[in-house]
């Protein structure tokens, strides 16, 4: 049985229930976070924690835990759950009131909840995906991890009825994210991601594998790129948390290169997965 931390307690995941004012239901008022733990260890726990700090300040809500306490509910639901490889999900929302009023209260109580999920990390080469190129509709505050996704889902809906993975979405032709990834394109062996700004939400796993391109003297720019550019690189691959990276072949009826994953793409793969054992 599936154990869900709310507010202070462990609860079988059919019992976990929180206010219908609460405002994460009622607003989508509300941060999340989302870090992989491989054989028993969380992946970049103190980066993880103090991302989900900087939305929580960002948007004005008190952190309700220390990364100390959090690593605690972490350790008690792993032992709970009896996981080995697993990704653990963070919601925390501004609270519940009623009435239900756009501006909420001074010193409201926030809705804290945590809960694990079975996670198989990705073995063997990746295939090349294909994604669809979209206009990016989506709030100008991308950089906080917010619970507000609907913007994400239109364009993921939209992508997936077109046969694509994912969306490579642009402003007025400058390439920023996916709807649940962060892009990159090699172009003369040099290693290319847009800029950690407000368009983007700066995944931790785009941050290690710039690390670990780094490591690997890989020549590397955070530097915008334009949709000419995508549809002229030598390769091109995705960053995700849970898919951690997967080559792009196909952009819309575009084949990038020659649709097969690259060389820089390859050796990324293999130093990430040399770095989470």
Known sequence: MSLIYLNGDYVPHEQAKISVFDRGFLFAD???EVLPVYHGQPFMLAEHMQR???SLHAVGITPPHSPAEWEVILRH???????DNAILYIQ???GAEFPRNHLPSPNMQPTVMAYLVPFTPPTGEPAPVKVELLEDIRWLRCDIKSVSLLGNILLKLQ???SGAQEPILHRAGRVTEGASCNYFIVKDNELITPPADELILAGLTRQHVLNLARSAHIKVREQAFSTADLFAADECFMTSA???IIPVGQVGNEVIADGHCG???QQLIKLFRASRS
């Open 30 to 32: 509300g941060i999340y």
């Open 52 to 54: 989900l700090h900087n």
């Open 77 to 83: 639901l792993l032992s709970a759950e009896q996981l």
């Open 92 to 94: 925390v929302t501004r």
């Open 159 to 161: 992508s997936t009825a």
């Open 242 to 244: 849970t898919r951690e």
């Open 263 to 265: 060389p820089v793409t």
